[in-house]
Every structure is written in structure tokens, then in C-alpha cells.
């Protein structure tokens, strides 16, 4: 499967998925970004994979000393570009979260949210362990997926970004027990406590998996240092 958001739903068409949310995906949108802010310590140098066009990046700088969005998205990158402009601690690359261009132990905190570890279409323990790796001894590790109980929500929105022509028609043979799938190739799936449980244990790391607002789940991870990962 090709980059879906890199190739077909970046920049201007990215921003406009958020534009035809609900009410209740705009809370959930919301509730990450605060529970991530809640998690970040005035001062830290942050890194943002899959930032997009930028729409955290100044909420995460409010709190953060500098704030780092990557995206495989040029056409992102560029719109990011312009709507951080006015803020002097962010800085936005394009990057691959999975091949990061970063020395070892650089961030205070990595943060990766709205179901990043399985939109990207990478292999997640790699994801995972690059993330760690890039992050100092004792930061925090945030990636979020969506919770069970948020499913008819989220199928929803997909169902409305297709409709507004942003994504493919929506497979309903191959959509359901929390995938998504379209017919021009698009497909989402999601990870659950065990499965995030599993992948921290593998890497000797501890985690922290909590339910928020509902509608996500994040899995917190604290690095530990190169030498354990």
C-alpha cells in the first residue's frame, strides 16, 4: 500500500477531514491534545511524528521549550510551514517516523497520536523501538489509538470523509471489529492494550496504557536509554 495520506490526503485536503468532524470527533480531537499537553514539562524539546500541516504544534509549543513535526508529506510540510510561522519554537521536517535522522537520546518527549503507530503502515515494533531511541533516558513515549467504544464515531467521520470526495468509498465487506477500509486502497486499523502491552515487554520497557475521554487509548512508554532497546 502506497503513503495514502502522503500521496492523496495531505496539506489543504488533510485540513479538510477536520473540517467535516463531528461535534463528538472534535471532543476527541481535543481530548488528545490535552492529555498530551498535560504529559509535557515546560521546557521539554518535543518531537511530533506525523504532524501534517501542523494543527498541534503550536498547543504543544504553548507548554514545550521547542517542538519538532515530521511528516513524509511535503505539501504538509509546507503548509505547516506557514501556519507556525508566528511561532519562533516549532520546526517542521520531512521525515519518515520510521527511519528518523536524529542521534540517540535528543527528546524530552515523543509524542504520536490519532492511531499514527497503524495509519502509517509501517511495522510497529520498529516504529516503537525508533521512537525509544531517539529519546532520553526517562522521557515519555506517547502513541494513541482509538478505544473500542469509539467505533461508531470514528466509522462517522471516515464515512463523511468520503462523502466530501477526501477519501475512496468505504468497503463494507472488509470494514468492521475496528478496520476501515476503502475501495481505492486506504486501510486503518487500530492496536489494543494487550497488543501494546506485548511490544513494551518485548522492548523492556514499561508502559502505562490508559483510556481517554472514551474515545482514545494510549499506551505512555518510558525510555530507558539506547542500551535497552
Given at each position: 500500500m502506497s503513503d495514502y495520506y502522503r500521496d492523496?490526503?495531505?496539506a489543504g485536503r488533510l485540513q479538510r477531514v477536520y473540517e467535516v468532524a463531528t461535534p463528538r470527533v472534535r471532543q476527541y480531537l481535543a481530548a488528545?491534545?490535552?492529555?498530551?499537553?498535560?504529559?509535557?514539562?515546560?521546557?521539554?524539546?518535543?518531537l511530533e511524528l506525523g504532524c501534517g500541516f501542523g494543527r498541534v504544534l503550536p498547543d504543544l509549543a504553548g507548554k514545550a521549550g521547542t517542538v519538532v513535526g515530521i511528516d513524509t508529506a511535503i505539501s504538509s510540510i509546507l503548509m505547516g510551514l506557514e501556519i507556525c510561522a508566528?511561532?519562533?519554537n516549532c520546526l517542521l521536517l520531512p521525515m519518515d517516523a520510521s527511519r528518523l535522522a536524529f542521534v540517540s537520546c535528543t527528546f524530552d518527549c515523543v509524542v504520536c497520536i490519532q492511531n499514527g503507530i497503524s495509519a502509517f503502515h509501517v511495522e510497529q515494533m520498529h516504529l516503537l523501538r525508533e521512537s525509544l531511541r531517539v529519546a532520553r533516558?526517562?522521557?515519555?513515549?506517547l502513541f494513541s489509538t482509538y478505544a473500542e467504544g469509539f467505533w461508531k464515531h470514528r466509522l462517522?467521520?471516515?464515512e463523511l470523509q468520503s462523502e466530501a470526495g477526501l477519501l475512496g468509498e468505504i468497503d463494507q465487506d472488509r470494514t468492521g471489529n475496528g478496520v476501515?477500509?476503502?475501495?481505492?486502497?486506504f486501510r486503518a486499523t487500530t492496536v489494543n492494550r494487550g497488543q501494546f502491552r506485548s511490544m513494551a515487554d518485548e522492548l523492556g520497557v514499561t508502559a502505562h496504557i490508559v483510556e481517554v475521554d472514551g474515545s482514545s487509548l494510549f499506551c505512555e512508554l518510558t525510555a530507558v536509554g539506547?542500551?535497552?532497546i
Open positions: 492523496r490526503l495531505s488528545e491534545v490535552d492529555h498530551v499537553i498535560q504529559k509535557i514539562r515546560p521546557g521539554d524539546i518535543v508566528g511561532v519562533s533516558p526517562g522521557a515519555k513515549v462517522k467521520w471516515f476501515i477500509e476503502t475501495r481505492d486502497g539506547e542500551s535497552r
